[in-house]
């Protein structure tokens, strides 16, 4: 991790952490979590950002009391059965679906192993949202009340608007920026792509 000025990181595939599902039954990489030391069990969390591998139809972990956003990065797509709402396919790569981590959640795989990409907050304190920027573009960031991550899923960029400091993000690296009071209310944060085919996940976390 290489932290860039005081509530700016920036994290590489070995700074992740790989671990078992809550419920044993599949593996993730857990790209960034708050608080830092918070856990699946003994700590609760306030929100967290994790990539994850489905290699078989099986049951998803619960998490009562969290919203969750999911999005299909690789593979064929899946379907997700719930106890209390209607199934979903997902099967459009880049386009996040929320449900609530409190349902019962069956996946069934359409065509084999899938990777997808999810966000996690804690309901009632927190609010994510999750979309995918192509090429080049605005991002505004409200620092009074949001965290912002960066992840490259495809591609390299490059950002600039940060007190005149241009910042390079390579494939599966994040770029953490901190809720902060010195800052204005809105910032706007420009994105140059390298490529044409560059693609990077944007989440917000608003405290609430």
Request: charged letters at 25%; a positive charge; glycine letters at 6%.
């Amino acid at each position: 991790m290489r932290e860039l000025s005081r509530g700016m990181r920036l994290l590489q595939p070995e700074d992740y952490r790989r671990m078992p599902w809550k419920n044993g039954l599949g593996i993730t990489t857990e790209i960034a979590v708050s608080p830092m030391d918070a856990g699946l069990e003994a700590k609760s969390f306030d929100w967290r950002v994790s990539i994850a591998n489905v290699e078989k139809d099986c049951r998803f972990s619960r998490f009562p009391g969290y919203d969750r956003s999911i999005m299909l990065i690789e593979g064929a797509g899946m379907e997700l059965s719930f106890d209390s709402c209607p199934s979903q396919r997902i099967d459009q790569p880049q386009k996040p679906y929320r449900f609530k981590g409190e349902s019962q959640t069956y996946c069934h795989l359409l065509d084999g192993l899938v990777r997808d990409f999810n966000v996690m907050s804690a309901r009632g304190k927190f609010k994510h949202v999750c979309k995918v920027l192509t090429s080049t573009g605005s991002i505004h960031w409200k620092p009074n009340s949001e965290t912002l991550l960066i992840y490259c899923l495809i591609g390299r960029c490059s950002l600039e608007g940060l007190r005149d400091k241009q910042i390079e993000i390579n494939t599966e690296h994040t770029l953490i920026l901190d809720k902060r009071s010195n800052y204005p209310v809105v910032k706007i944060l420009t994105m140059a792509a390298f490529s044409k085919d560059t693609l990077m996940v944007i989440v917000k976390i608003r405290n609430l």
